[in-house]
């Protein structure tokens, strides 16, 4: 009876290895798709305006990291106009928090260190993907926040039709303006990730003893 029950107690040891086994690398899985998909929304156009005299579309268009705009455009409005906050450091942070968002998605990957608040246990792998999942989505609305006040302060709307003045004619230009498709895609990247470090818990698991 004994051998028995050991050999069962071995079988059921080996089965709940192998589950949470098989839990850890779909949790993996899901995690670095939710990385690249970080990383394609992050290339994606979040932003862009077209102007009614200039050919073309998409004369500006704004990225995490700040705005491309047409030499046409550049040469006949005020930079301050389109440009990001502390113009020549915006986009070096913001290529530093990409660098920072993704080395933090590999280490959460492998580390399986728990953190302590007060009577509250956490796994810093489960921090560290909220961490880039919640503040991405702050950057999407922190970029939609900025674009506002930007356009409010030019006279123009962020989103839809406006008569925007040209300073050297003193004449008006009208610019249509719209939220792309990269913008949705990063609020669905944060929400994903947020979505991951959140059911960690379920996939990750160690296997009873």
Not at 10 to 16: E, I, K, L, P, R
Not at 30 to 47: D, E, K, Q, R
Not at 53 to 58: E, L, S, T
Not at 105 to 110: C, E, G, K, M, T
């Amino acid at each position: 009876m004994a051998g028995r029950r050991g050999g069962i107690m071995v079988q059921t040891d080996a089965a709940s290895t192998t589950r949470s086994s098989v839990g850890v690398w779909i949790f993996r899985v899901l995690l670095v798709a939710g990385a690249a998909f970080m990383l394609y929304s992050w290339f994606a156009p979040w932003w862009s305006a077209k102007f009614a005299v200039i050919p073309g579309d998409n004369h500006m268009v704004l990225h995490p990291w700040g705005v491309d705009v047409v030499s046409q455009v550049r040469s006949n409005i005020d930079e301050s106009a389109f440009e990001m906050p502390f113009p020549g450091l915006f986009a070096g942070f913001m290529w530093t928090y990409l660098g920072v968002c993704m080395l933090a998605l590999a280490a959460s990957l492998f580390v399986n260190r728990r953190i302590s608040l007060g009577p509250v246990n956490f796994s810093l792998a489960m921090v560290l993907i909220l961490f880039v999942g919640l503040s991405y989505m702050a950057a999407v609305g922190l970029a939609f926040g900025i674009g506002e006040l930007k356009a409010s302060a030019a006279g123009a709307n962020f989103i839809g039709k406006s008569n925007v003045l040209e300073p050297q004619s003193g004449a008006k230009v009208k610019m249509v303006s719209d939220l792309q498709i990269g913008y949705w895609l990063a609020l669905g990247a944060g929400g994903v990730l947020t979505f991951l470090g959140l059911i960690r818990f379920l996939l990750v698991r160690k296997p009873k003893v």
